[in-house]
């Protein structure tokens, strides 16, 4: 059975920092190009992530609004990917999900504000 | 950035009635490979996102043969054959051929 299990959200204050864990099991992780997307409150899906796997050299790719801040990351040995979130600003909050192949996980909460 | 509209907003349908979602990009959704990235994703009250079809067509493992992908460039349509109970939610088209890959704004699809 494929599992995607996000963890590491919660309420965080504006400027402050936050690291997203997805861990995963039930398919081939090291192969799989990694996204994470993210869901506002009022359900309007945004991708900011992705990184490819070690024979696209793990290479990153982020969108505008999270550049500089929002770093991915992956750890083949554990089939995890990573979102560590800096400088985080109340329009971040939002449910944050991992996506992989055609899977998809649970999503984790991430609220900032003060 | 691509856009993605997506019509109706809003879908009422009986059990057993067809459904039709469309989805518009503002550029064609071609890749320099020749494939096109246009993927349908459904997601269920209360549940994460699930895609049911990848590359315009093709239904993902375990979709009910019910649902059907078409389309090419930038207008591409969803459909259901006949709509069952576990249809309901909002569906949601979604590019990959442009960076940054891009959703539409959903398409909420309710029982009559």
């Known amino acids: 059975e494929v599992q995607l299990v996000e963890t590491g959200g919660g309420l965080v204050q504006p400027g402050k920092s936050l690291k997203l864990t997805c861990a995963t099991s039930?398919?081939?992780?090291?192969?799989?190009?990694m996204h994470w997307v993210r869901q506002s409150p009022e359900k309007r899906l945004e991708w900011i992530a992705r990184?490819?796997?070690?024979?696209?050299?793990?290479?990153?790719d982020y969108v505008e609004s999270v550049k500089g801040r929002f770093t991915i990351s992956r750890d083949d040995s554990k089939s995890s990917v990573y979102l560590q979130m800096n400088s985080l600003k109340e329009e971040d909050t939002a449910t944050y999900y991992c996506t992989g192949r055609a899977y998809w996980g649970q999503g984790t909460l991430v609220t900032v504000s003060s | 950035d691509v856009v993605m509209t997506q019509t109706p907003v809003s879908l009422s349908l009986a059990i057993g009635q067809p459904a039709s979602i469309s989805c518009k990009s503002s550029?064609?959704?071609?890749?320099?490979?020749?494939?096109?990235?246009l993927s349908w994703i459904l997601q269920r009250p209360g549940q994460s996102p699930k895609r049911l079809i990848y590359?315009?067509?093709k239904l993902d493992s375990g979709v009910p043969d019910r649902f059907s992908g078409s389309g090419s460039e930038t207008e591409f349509t969803l459909k259901i054959s006949r709509v069952e109970a576990e249809d309901l939610g909002v569906y949601y088209c979604w590019q990959a051929t442009h960076f940054p890959q891009t959703f539409g704004g959903g398409t909420k699809l309710e029982l009559k």
């Open positions: 990184i490819k796997d070690k024979s696209n050299n793990y290479a990153t």
């Open positions: 550029q064609s959704l071609v890749h320099s490979d020749g494939k096109t990235y």
């Open positions: 039930g398919f081939t992780f090291s192969t799989a190009w």
């Open positions: 590359l315009v067509s």
